[in-house]
């Protein structure tokens, strides 16, 4: 089983940036047949339902985002290192939540349409979470 850690969350004023890792353990994002997992960030504030942020497809091409962070958030990975970034620029007290990484195939990804690109539920493997917290 793929097992995923997140880092680099912390407390940020308004407007602050952070940059969020996900990383590999265990096991290399590779899938089979020269396929990679697809990884999405997901984050969940309390009392609220986990929300898709961004997920990127296996070969980084394909990049989607939700519309309360586009502009200010970007995906990348670095498959030589196992390790998929979030980006977070112009953080907004509402971003506060605790960030997770999640990963599925990439090929079972391809199939998705934009909108399920961002759903929870298309993820099977999950990190701990890292808090973000952003405030004065």
């Known amino acids: 089983q793929l097992l995923l850690a997140e880092s680099g969350g912390g407390l940020v004023q308004p407007g602050g940036s952070l940059r969020l890792s996900c990383a590999a353990s265990?096991?290399?994002?590779?899938?089979?047949?020269?396929?990679?997992?697809?990884i999405g960030w997901f984050r969940q504030a309390p009392g609220k339902e986990r929300e898709g942020v961004s997920s990127i497809s296996g070969s980084g091409v394909s990049r989607n985002y939700a519309d309360s962070v586009k502009g200010r958030f970007t995906i990348s990975r670095d498959n030589a290192k196992n390790t998929v970034y979030l980006q977070m620029n112009n953080l907004k007290p509402e971003d506060t939540a605790i960030y997770y990484c999640?990963?599925?195939?990439?090929?079972?990804?391809?199939?998705?349409?934009?909108?399920?690109?961002?759903?929870?539920?298309?993820?099977?493997?999950w990190g701990q979470g890292t808090q973000v917290a952003v405030s004065s």
């Open positions: 999640a990963a599925t195939p990439a090929d079972w990804y391809q199939t998705l349409d934009q909108t399920m690109t961002l759903d929870p539920a298309n993820f099977d493997s």
């Open positions: 265990g096991f290399t994002l590779v899938h089979s047949s020269s396929n990679y997992y697809a």
